[in-house]
């Protein structure tokens, strides 16, 4: 460690919608990625890293603040144009890392509101990522399929004409039936769409929502993965002689995949397949970056992913006639939008050359347990009300025990949660559809409780409720104790 750091950089590099075995050390075979794969081989590679959810706002929300995404019940999808769900008052990730002495920053997807009710977008943003603990950031205010497509720094939508001012809703009746939507004009479109999605036309392609002026801020799909690698590599090279700490939130492989013109065709598998290989190269940026500064044994490195897999998310990239024989969730049933561990169960890697030893861990692990475990790294000393559902897990992190966590919940869409105990994952009955038929994803949605020993059935094909009442039970009742509950982890 250099004398002017007092603690090790942090980079957590996210994808969105990266499945278990969408990567080649994984057991991906049909895609390449280099760059994640060393990764994996000069770090951990974790076989039960979860998120805490199967969407990505929730999940998100998990990350920056140590908290289960149901305690806040704003923690859910949300529209291009919502109000932020973190309060500035809420101890974050990096708002403790700030405290620390670390330089924070974030660059990519955001997904988790700006502004308080008063978002203009042709002013001075207030609430934005810079509000709780960011000192830098260059964002997508939510996804690349929802409207406004444009990019965000700090407080100010980028290269925006104030004589073009940005207008955004998403109701249909507020729309400005003047302008091209992918519903009313399909003949503009270069990617058709194949459920929702078929609103404002940018770039050739219908979004979600309304929006009207900002040409000229407008982004270009094609060049969205060079935009946000220069701003990451900017970021980690003006900060190189300080601790720092980026949040690198990729778009890939979220819908709408539309890879840079280098990456079309890189795969066998259309646009999503071709868009993981580019996400793999920003990886590759950000690793390079650190090598050529000479800051690599100074940072720690984590690379995994929102939630599950998704094909078909809105669409006609042809991701599933072209999926061949790859298994984007590996061995794991489900996947993005489920309560089966496809849809929370997601490459997981840490990397620190010259402190954390290469290999490969079972421990038990979330994305919610950064927070508490770089508090203790950096000796920061947590409040009662801060992160409450996040565990001091940094040993396993690093690659020093194989002990995680003892139990985990996650959750699928609205709210359905899981328990994960040790070996055992009990989903509770919900309602709903058992099958997602848009995206054809199996949801978990059962009347009946489901037990399975992912010991010996990680496919989760054996439900064993009917065989084992007490645990189940037990699960049940404990489920129903950290719902109620203000907080789970040691005080």
């Not at 890392?97 to 660059?107: E, F, I, Q």
């Not at 950096?378 to 025990?401: F, I, K, Y």
């Not at 919940?409 to 949660?417: F, R």
């Not at 409720?465 to 040691?490: G, K």
Request: charged share 20%; net charge negative; proline share 6%.
């Amino acid at each position: 460690m250099s004398k002017q750091k007092k603690h090790p950089n942090i980079i957590i590099m996210y994808a969105d919608d990266l499945g278990f075995g969408d990567v080649g050390c994984y057991g991906a075979t049909s895609i390449s990625t280099p760059n994640i794969d060393r990764l994996a081989t000069e770090g951990v590679k974790f076989h039960q890293g979860y998120a805490t959810a199967a969407t990505c706002t929730p999940s998100r929300y998990s990350l920056l603040t140590g908290s289960y995404p149901w305690r806040n019940p704003r923690a859910a999808i949300l529209p291009g144009d919502a109000s932020i769900i973190i309060n500035s008052q809420t101890p974050t990730l990096p708002s403790m890392l700030h405290h620390a002495g670390y330089r924070t920053g974030v660059v990519g997807k955001w997904h988790l509101g700006l502004g308080q009710n008063d978002l203009n977008w042709n002013q001075e943003i207030s609430a934005t990522p810079n509000d709780v603990g960011f000192d830098y950031s260059y964002i997508m205010a939510a996804t690349n399929d929802r409207v406004p497509c444009v990019y965000v720094e700090d407080h100010k939508v980028v290269g925006l004409d104030p004589e073009d001012p940005i207008e955004v809703t998403y109701d249909w009746d507020k729309a400005d039936p003047s302008q091209p939507t992918g519903r009313h004009n399909p003949e503009l479109l270069k990617m058709k769409y194949s459920n929702g999605h078929d609103a404002s036309i940018v770039n050739g392609v219908s979004r979600i929502g309304h929006m009207r002026g900002g040409k000229a801020a407008l982004w270009v799909d094609e060049a969205m993965a060079e935009v946000f690698a220069e701003k990451a590599v900017e970021f980690v090279t003006e900060n190189k002689d300080q601790s720092f700490f980026l949040y690198y939130a990729f778009h890939q492989p979220h819908v709408p995949r539309i890879p840079g013109p280098r990456f079309k065709g890189a795969t066998t598998h259309g646009p999503r397949g071709d868009v993981i290989v580019e996400m793999d190269w920003c990886v590759g940026e950000i690793l390079d970056t650190l090598e050529r500064l000479e800051i690599k044994e100074e940072t720690i490195v984590i690379f995994s992913s929102d939630n599950g897999p998704v094909l078909d998310d809105g669409y006609d990239d042809q991701a599933e006639e072209l999926n061949g024989s790859h298994h984007a969730a590996g061995a794991l049933r489900g996947g993005k939008y489920s309560m089966f561990d496809g849809g929370t169960r997601v490459p997981f890697i840490v990397s620190w050359p010259g402190t954390v030893n290469p290999g490969e861990s079972d421990a038990l692990v979330s994305h919610v347990d950064f927070h508490a475990s770089f508090a203790a790294m950096t000796g920061e000393e947590m409040r009662d009300n801060e992160a409450p559902d996040s565990m001091n897990v940094l040993d396993a992190l690093l690659g020093r025990s194989s002990k995680g966590r003892n139990e985990l919940v996650v959750e699928g869409t609205k709210a359905k949660t899981v328990l994960r105990q040790n070996e055992w994952v009990f989903i509770p009955p919900h309602d709903g559809p058992a099958m997602n038929v848009n995206t054809n994803t199996e949801l978990g949605n059962s009347t009946k409780p489901q037990l399975y020993d992912l010991s010996q059935d990680i496919g989760q094909i054996s439900n064993l409720a009917t065989e084992n009442v007490d645990i189940t039970s037990n699960m049940s009742a404990r489920l129903n104790d950290i719902l109620e509950s203000n907080l789970t982890r040691p005080i």
